[in-house]
């Protein structure tokens, strides 16, 4: 299975990759989580991208297109990925495309999980109080209200991109967790 989770912070992408992992045997790929494990090992890469995380700004395309090159040329990933948190641009879902190509694989669906804004900060600051070894530098209102006016812009605009493809599929995700797993393993049909 080879599929990307497109939907605002908040919206559960990384719940469901997880879940969806364990079920499937496909790696889930969170460009989050390589990020900040970046910034917790002080490399070169987490030096670049804390303080645009912290802020919710986005990291820029070239560097996340290398990270996605890079990952996706590994031998784990032939099994099938869910990327989560990629691409989050329309020149990051191009690059995809051409990286795809070279490497001979398709995308079998990219899913959508569709939530009301209105719940998006209480679910975060709710994950601010769950997070083992403390809450993300950007889970705080302030940073969340970037990410969503990010997501808005720079984001969203792949629904309409994916739609064009034929390849995109809708969730709800205001549903309970294993319900919206149950719905995403039906829009995919496995
Ligand atoms: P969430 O979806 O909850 O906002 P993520 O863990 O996916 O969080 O991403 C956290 C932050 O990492 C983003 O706000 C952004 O700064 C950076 N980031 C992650 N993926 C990308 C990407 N594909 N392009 C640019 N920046 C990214």
Do not use: C, W
């Not at 992992?21 to 991208?49: F, M, P, Y």
């Not at 070239?62 to 990933?77: C, H, N, P, Q």
């Amino acid at each position: 299975m080879r599929i990307i989770l497109l939907g605002p912070p908040g919206a559960g992408k990384g719940t469901q990759a997880k879940v969806i992992e364990d079920k499937h045997k496909a790696i889930q790929l969170s460009t989050g989580e390589i990020l900040r494990a970046a910034v917790a090992a002080e490399t070169e890469l987490g030096l670049k991208a804390k303080d645009i995380m912290a802020r919710g700004d986005l990291v820029p395309d070239d560097v996340m297109i290398g990270i996605v090159r890079d990952r996706l040329g590994e031998d784990d990933v032939k099994t099938g990925f869910i990327l989560d948190g990629f691409p989050r641009t329309v020149a990051q879902a191009e690059a995809l495309e051409g990286l795809l190509d070279e490497l001979d694989m398709k995308l079998d669906a990219v899913v959508e999980i569709q939530v009301d804004e209105g719940i998006l900060i209480g679910r975060i600051e709710k994950r601010a109080t769950e997070t083992d070894g403390g809450p993300r530098a950007d889970d705080n209102v302030e940073s969340l209200k970037k990410r969503l006016a990010v997501y808005r812009e720079q984001t969203a605009p792949l629904i309409t991109f994916y739609q064009g493809r034929g390849s995109l599929k809708s969730v709800d995700g205001m549903a309970a967790v294993d319900d919206v797993t149950r719905e995403i393993e039906e829009v995919l049909g496995v």
